[in-house]
């Protein structure tokens, strides 16, 4: 069972950057695909990007593309989000999260797909 822990969370202004950091523990983290998700204030959870388990392909919501990009290192066992230009409307708790099924084909956006989350970081973005 993977286990997962989130950093670099913190305020910053519209139009900066932030990394987050998702640091996972246990044997199956390079086998299963990974995402992000955030929470906003009176908002549901929703996807942010997710990435195959060997990197191979990655899938991000369409309010983030060209800004966010995901990445992963199995050698470190740990997953990235590179956050740039961000805006106010990304203020949230992101959340990492590993998908239910080993080494599943496709990087699926439903978060009753991700069994394992990490207890989330905060992120906002004053204007």
């Known amino acids: 069972q993977v286990q997962l822990v989130e950093s670099g969370g913190g305020l910053v202004q519209a139009g900066g950057s932030l990394r987050l950091s998702c640091a996972a523990s246990?044997?199956?983290?390079?086998?299963?695909?990974m995402a992000w998700f955030r929470q906003a204030p009176g908002k549901e959870r929703e996807f942010v990007a997710g990435?195959?388990?060997?990197?191979?392909?990655?899938n991000y919501a369409d309010s983030v593309k060209g800004r966010f990009t995901i990445s992963r290192d199995n050698a470190k066992n740990t997953l990235y989000l590179q956050m740039r230009s961000l805006k106010p409307e990304d203020t949230a708790v992101y959340y990492c999260?590993?998908?239910?099924?080993?080494?599943?084909?496709?990087?699926?956006?439903?978060?009753?797909?991700?069994?394992?989350w990490g207890q989330g970081t905060q992120v906002t973005v004053s204007s």
């Open positions: 999260a590993a998908d239910s099924l080993i080494a599943r084909s496709l990087v699926l956006t439903a978060q009753t797909l991700y069994n394992v």
């Open positions: 246990g044997r199956t983290f390079s086998g299963v695909n």
């Open positions: 990435i195959k388990w060997n990197g191979g392909s990655t």
